[in-house]
């Protein structure tokens, strides 16, 4: 994954925040692969169920 600590403590925070902290935040795309280069990075957030 290329992605350091930092961005993913600032992805995962920051996401929470504003989706709940049940929330799952799941990364895909180009980023899962070491061997690629650049790329954004592509997120699928799930909110935490609400009663």
Same mark, same amino acid.
């Given at each position: 994954?290329?992605?350091?600590? $930092?961005?993913?403590?600032?992805?995962?925070?920051?996401?929470? @925040?504003?989706? #709940?902290? &049940? @929330?799952?935040?799941?990364?895909? #795309? &180009?980023?899962?692969?070491?061997?690629?280069?650049? #790329?954004?990075? $592509?997120?699928?957030?799930?909110? @935490? @169920?609400?009663?």
């Amino acid at each position: 994954m290329r992605l350091t600590t $930092d961005q993913i403590n600032t992805i995962v925070k920051t996401c929470r @925040a504003v989706a #709940g902290t &049940s @929330a799952l935040v799941w990364l895909y #795309g &180009s980023r899962l692969d070491d061997t690629c280069h650049g #790329g954004d990075i $592509d997120l699928l957030i799930e909110p @935490a @169920a609400t009663q």
